[in-house]
Each structure stands twice: as C-alpha cells, then as structure tokens.
C-alpha cells in the first residue's frame, strides 16, 4: 500500500523488476496534463488529428457493411501479418509516396507505435545506440528506452537532419564501440520541429547509412497532409533493401481504430511477423475490416484535402497569432502536418513556465520532452491539429501573457537556476531547431 | 534476396538483430496449418471461439449506438489504461469468479497476449525462470522466449499442477541461484491439458509461491465457459498482492476485436500502464466502446449461457466419437473451455504423424507445441469449440483412421526414430497429463 504521508509507494515486488523496468518512468509532465484536459484548457499540446471532421455517415455505412458480410470473420482472430485486403489497400496508399512495395512486404500492427516496438525489440541489445533527429518524436524515445536504447541526438535545420553532423555521429559511436542499430527519421513534416527533410538530404542521409550498413528507420504519419505541395519522395522509394517504413491510419483517417503498419526488407519483415504474433497474436479483424472497406468504397482521397485544408488554416490561423502577440519569438513554419516549434528568448524555460500557462487555461508540451539528453529548455512544441482557429488565437493570447510575463520577471530577477545550469552544460553538437 | 536454388534466405541484416531476436521462430508445424485451412479439412487444431453464434443484430446496436452518441471519442486516442466505463464493466465481470477489484486496479490491453508481453518485459532478463505446467499454452511460451525466458515446467495431474511438483522445481533453481520471476497458471480448462486446478491446490500453490515471494500470473480466459457447476474461484479472489490476473473478452465476446485485460498490485499497475503505452500508445477506443455498450445494454450472461451450451454439447460429441473410434486412446475430460488433450499409444509420435493426418483432411495440434523442452511427443491437442457437432464427429473418425493405420505400422515395423531417443531422455518430472 502507498504511504500518503510519506509520498513514497512501497511496491513489495521492486526488487523484481527486469533492468529494463527502468526505462519506464512517468513523464514529469503527466500530472499536469491531467489537469490540462479540462474544457476551460486551450490545449495546444496533444497530437490527435481532427476526427470530429470525418464523413461518419460514410464511416457507419462502412461499418455497417463488415458486420452484414462479413460478420463472422470480422470478429475472429486473423493472421499475425494481418488481412491481404487491406494490405492491397496499404500498398495503394504508399503509391502516392512513391513506395513500390508487394502486399506481402507489408506486416499491419496495432498504430505505428507497435511497429517502433517491436523493430526495438528485433533490434536492440542494451546500450546499443539508436540515431534520431534533435529533437526527436517523445513516444518513440519512449520505446527505445523501455528496451534499454541509448539515444544519440543528432542535429537537424530547417532542411532536417544535417548529414555531417550524422557522419560525426556515427564516427564517434564507432571509435566508442557503440553499434548503432539504426537511424530513427520522421522525414516530414516532422514531430515535433514541423521541418521536412530535404530531397538532396534523403539522398544523401541515405547513402551515409548505406555506406555504414545502418538500417534507416523512416516513420511518416503526416506525409499525406502537406498544405501547398507534396513533400519530397519517401526515402523508402529509392532503397528496399535498407530502410523499413511505418506507416499510420491514424491521421489519414482515425486513431481510435489503433492501425498501422511497416514495410520492411524480407528477412526482418518474417521476424516482425514473429514478433507481432508473440506479442498480440494478431491485429483487430474488424477494424482491419472497416479500414479497407473504407478505402476501397469512400472517397478517402477527398477527406484527406478535407484535413489538409483544415489543418493548413490552423496552421495560419497559429502563425498570424504567433505574429500579433509574440512577435519576438521564432518559429518553424511547418508545410504539413501538426507540429510548430518555438524557439523561447534567452532566460526562459518551457517546462517551468508550464504550470503558470495551465493556471492562464493554456498548455503546450516543454522541449524537454522531445529530448533524451536533458535539453530543449528554450523550447515547445505547439499542434495546430485538434483547436478551432478561434480557440488557437484564444490559445496564443494565453501564451503571450505567459510568456511576456516570463520575460520581465527573468530582466529583473535573472534566469532561473536551470537554465544557468544548461547554460553552462549545452551539448554543442544538437544546436535544435529555429 | 532469397535464392530459390539454395532454399536459403539470405537477410543482409542478420548480424544485427538483437540476442532476443533468436527466441522467435517459426512453429515447425506453421506450414503445415496453412494446408490445414483449406475447408475441405476438418480442423480440431485451432482455438477459434464460435463467434457465429453471437446475435449480430445486438453488436450491430451497440455499434450504431457508439458511432451515434460518442463518435468522435471513439475514433480517437484513449487513456493508456483503458476507458473507465469499460473498466468498470470488467469489475462487474470477475465478481462473477470472485473478484474483488477497483476500476483502477484494472488495464485494459489488445487482448490478453498483450498483458502477457507486458507483464514478461517488466519482470523477465535473460536467462530468468518463469514456472509453468506441463504442458502449458503455447502462446505464453512464445512470448517468455520472446524475452529469453528459461521456461520451467511442471508436473500436472487431473487436478492441476502437483504442489510437491512446484517445491521441488522451485527448490532445484534456487539451489542453482536461477531467479524465479513468476508462476504461469491457466487454473480453468487448462490450454492444452483441459483440467481444472482443485480448490485445495489453488490455495496450496498460492501458499508455496508467497513463502517464496514467486509472483502468481493468473490466466483465465475460460472461466466463464463451464458446463455443468463453476470452477472453484479464481486464486487472485485470495490474494490481492501477489497475484496478477489475466482476463480476456475473447471467449465471451469475440477476440476480433482485440480487449483483454491485467489486474495487478498497485506497484505493478502503475509500470504496467506506462509499458503498455510506449508499446501502443493506448488500445482502442472503438473496440472498448462497443464492448462497454454491449456488456451495459445487452444479455451478456444469456450469450454465455448459449456459448456454454453449445460448446458443453461439442464436448460431449468429441467425448463419444473418441469412445465409439479411438477406445485404446486416453484422453481428459475437460468441465468447461475448448480443449482435450489426447494421450497416444507407446511408439506413436503426434508431430510426425500430422502430415499423414493432413493426408486425411483432420488436423490437431501436436502435443510437443506445448512443452518448451521437447517433449510431447505421445500427446495431441484438440479443440472441439469451432467445429460443428457433426464436423468434429467426422473429424474423430478421420484421426482413429490415422491413428489406427499409425499403431499398425509401428507394430510391424517399431516406434520412429525420434521416438526411441524420447524414450531414453524422458524427464521424469514432467508425466504429463492422461
């Protein structure tokens, strides 16, 4: 039983734990997004897309037709690597990225985040390194964690991942030893710095790897929702043998139906297939059914400009805000997607001014969190994806008092002690992103 | 690229996969289930719960309902943890087996192989004993390989697993400084063996594991499905601290949907929650709605009623074919589940006789699936919940060909080859189950 007035929780079954146990801790920022999901709470931290804008009736009449024809199958267990039809579906949808792949290539899972995990798994020894962008995606840092991961942070600009900065990070590792198992990439549109990941730099990152003989990991969840112009050809396209590809449902068209998918090279995708089958034994039939049913009968490509038109105006609506109240702070200015990241002035620090933005009914997520190695202080995470313009302006106002005031108190009383900490701490190779 | 002449699929990745990766492979008996799929073929191999029994037109109310009232939620992320208002569905559920629990004692998981995976990461490193029957569900086995689990069965009889059996074994590793991270129990309709764990032993094998501080994982997706009296109740209705329970929807529901569900100490819930998110981020939302609607708004206990019933009555069928076709063949008798388990004459090897079986359009599951050390041989496991009635009748008739030609063989010409050396290698601590 937990002790109140001591604060600890004794856990009789601590000294029980695998190692890996340890990875697993409750982000500082839990508690207080708990608090964030009230209604009063402009929230502009979490990532869930808009789903209050799909076609339900189109959605039901989907669902609807499963359960009619197909009523039984679609309650029963189905294969590990999941259903052909939809996989034929997936394999259409790569098309539009320029991914040639087989219906057998692909493995479906349970939402991308259960292909991070079990190509974690496949992959990672512990204290094997795991290469990522600066900042990089919190969930994935998360699984590489929970199997024991080192995560080295390699810088990126506004073009993404910088590919001398990779070089000397991979030479490093090497002279240390360290295998580095592979290279972690959300070329577009990316979570949480909103950048996309120049066509010469794909290339050229890829080649590094290559020439390395390090798989590249390519996550690409928003690659569908640009705003002006599609983004560059997914690194997938230009090499089968070296890269494995994740691809979601969740934002092209819902969440709640936890599916997603990976494509990789023959021999890992058998082991996937092994590895899903252990660890859930086979993805939902049902809301495999539906998803295909609904790409095959649904104008799925027209909702998508539906959510590429929406999110582009939260996404100027965000600007123009950020423009009018906070015109000393920068920002990324993203081409899709969900994410915005602000670069905050000297002195200030995202994760303690947190508290003071919920008490004004306004919540981002701190750069911390997007960081293993302690940095990110001067930053946060803004999504556009799931306010009304008119609650981001609302939202943005918030954050302005908050941080206005944060400036004067840090000109007349200094930095906080953090940031002195950081000041003289800051790792000079993961400059972060402007 | 794999090259056909050679038959040897060269993965140009194969130095780097992780120590764990070599845990995964293949059932030697996958390719042979793939033939057995073909209709033509009665199969008695597969755990299939007959979900065509299920009343559509109420699923398809609770469907409708959810789409209507909470669409939006139920296409988006959920908590990690699982909706409450599913959770406290689930509360009601194992009261039903004796259950005291909180709704926040509960975690909702994509089956209840998903908290199998979990619950392994947590605890298990390499080389860790995990203690299970003899023989044990082949499911859980591949998971603990998974995680490079030293899998450690134990002797059962028809009431169980024998306590004197568990002190020995336990005794035997901790003389060998093995740690021991958890007692793997399926108390009702065991899968494979289809015995039931006697009231007395329950609390026998729960005193032995807490003298031991063994941790008790108690899986029961079954329970429920008993034909004429309930099983004793669940041992976590004994102990709250040491016990974590396993439940599942799969059986009573349908597993197309992919909800399960752990309940664990407090200590242990807590990391539980956080590993399963990094593995998934949260389960779905659609899958626990629709369940959550029809365990509040439909006669569930009356569904479960016909389940019973009706697999009661496939049972029995099963029961007599092998009493009219196979009277030298021993078998148990299980009181509730989906499976029996079928003891072979001296000199009959099930692995060995599958292909033959196939020959003859019946398929089972070979004993040696269930046993981590090789054993199992004379043994062969059959599911009597997806066929029909007269299906499983044929089925019977199909396998007493098989077996009958089998024994004539090896009377002519002597047991198989891998048969003699079982006979020279058996572990006498693990008889098995007739």
Redesign the interface.
């Known amino acids: ?2 002790s109140p007035a001591s604060g600890i ?6 000294d ?6 340890s990875g ?3 982000s500082e920022v839990r508690a207080l997004f708990a608090v964030a999901s009230r209604p009063e709470v402009v929230s502009l931290a979490g990532g ?2 808009f ?2 804008a ?1 076609p ?1 009736d189109k ?2 009449s989907s ?2 037709r499963v ?1 009619r024809d197909s ?8 294969s590990g690597q999941g259903l052909p039809q939809l996989r034929e579906r997936i394999v259409e949808i790569m098309a539009l990225e320029g991914i040639r792949a087989g219906v057998d290539d692909v493995v479906v899972t ?2 991308s ?2 292909g991070l ?1 079990l190509i974690t ?5 512990p204290g ?1 390194a795991i290469l990522t962008e600066s900042p990089s995606y919190v ?1 994935a840092m ?2 590489f ?3 024991q991961a080192r995560v080295e942070h390699v810088a990126m600009d506004e073009q993404g991942m910088i590919p001398q900065a990779l070089t000397e990070r991979i030479d490093y590792l090497t002279r240390q030893n360290v295998p580095i ?1 592979f290279l972690y990439l959300i070329p577009n549109f990316q979570n949480p710095a909103g950048v996309t990941l120049s066509a010469k730099r794909r290339l050229d990152i890829l080649d590094i790897a290559k020439a390395h003989k390090i ?1 590249v990991l390519e996550d690409n969840p928003y690659g569908l929702l640009w705003f002006d112009k599609p983004p560059p050809p997914a690194i997938r396209s230009a090499d089968d ?1 070296g890269v494995i590809y994740l691809g979601s449902f ?1 934002k092209t068209f ?5 599916v997603g998918w990976v494509v990789a ?4 995708r ?2 996937l297939v ?2 899903s ?11 495999q059914m539906i998803l295909s049913d609904y790409f095959e009968h649904q104008d799925w490509k027209g909702q998508i400009d539906t959510f590429r038109g929406l999110y582009q105006e939260r996404r100027d609506t965000m600007a123009a805000a950020l423009a009018s109240f906070l015109p000393g702070v920068s920002h990324t200015m993203p081409l899709g997607g969900f994410y915005m990241w602000l670069t905050l002035p000297e002195g200030l620090d995202s994760k303690e001014m947190l508290p003071r933005a919920v008490t004004e009914l306004v919540a981002y997520t701190p750069g911390t969190a997007f960081y293993a190695n302690g940095e990110g202080q001067r930053h946060l995470r803004l999504a556009f994806c799931y306010p009304t313009p008119e609650f981001i302006t609302e939202g943005i106002k918030r954050l302005a008092k908050v941080i206005t005031e944060e400036i004067e108190l840090v000109s007349t009383f200094g930095p906080p002690a953090s940031e002195i900490a950081q000041a003289t701490n800051v790792d000079s190779s993961s400059p972060g992103v402007n």
Not at 9 to 14: G, I, N, R, V
Not at 71 to 78: K, R
Not at 265 to 268: A, K, L, R, S, V
Request: glycine share 8%; proline share 7%.
């Open positions: 039983m937990a929780s004794l856990d009789p079954w601590f029980n734990y695998a190692d890996r146990a697993l801790s409750a869930m897309p789903v209050a799909l339900f959605v039901r669902v609807d359960l009523g039984p199958s679609a309650l029963q267990y189905g349970t939402g985040q259960q995990d798994k496949l992959f990672v020894n094997d969930g998360g699984v964690r929970s199997y198992k798989l043998s969740s819902a969440p709640g139906l936890r090279p023959h021999g890992i058998e082991k092994l590895a089958e252990a660890a859930i034994l086979s993805p939902s039939s049902f809301s």
